[in-house]
């Protein structure tokens, strides 16, 4: 059974930072790209970043590209996204997945696995 469990999130102010860690356990992670997605509060969930299962290539929303990074350790089986300069606009529950094949990086859809969501608040 796979499981994924993000952490991390919290209120913070406009122009902070933040870093959350999804671990994964289950499955084999290093064979899967991962992906993160934000739903925020009266929106549908969207893409914020994916990296590919070695870490060579990194995809990002044009909202938070030159903000947030993504990276991962596939000894620890860990995802991480650390997210600078922070917005309001940032505030959503963020969530981790992984990438079930080849298809999009950027589509619901083509992730087969989901975190619970963890809460990032960003004030003003």
């Known amino acids: 059974q796979v499981q994924l469990v993000e952490s991390g999130g919290g209120l913070v102010q406009a122009g902070g930072s933040l870093r959350l860690p999804c671990a994964v356990s289950?499955?084999?992670?290093?064979?899967?790209?991962m992906g993160w997605f934000r739903r925020p509060p009266g929106k549908e969930r969207e893409f914020v970043a994916a990296?590919?299962?070695?870490?060579?290539?990194?995809y990002y929303a044009e909202s938070v590209k030159d903000r947030f990074t993504i990276s991962r350790d596939n000894g620890d089986s860990t995802v991480y996204l650390q997210m600078n300069s922070l917005k309001p606009g940032d505030t959503a529950v963020y969530y981790c997945a992984r990438r079930r094949g080849s298809g999009s990086y950027f589509t619901l859809l083509e992730y087969d696995y989901w975190g619970q969501g963890t809460q990032v608040t960003v004030s003003s």
């Open positions: 990296i590919s299962w070695d870490g060579g290539d990194t």
């Open positions: 289950g499955g084999s992670f290093s064979s899967y790209a």
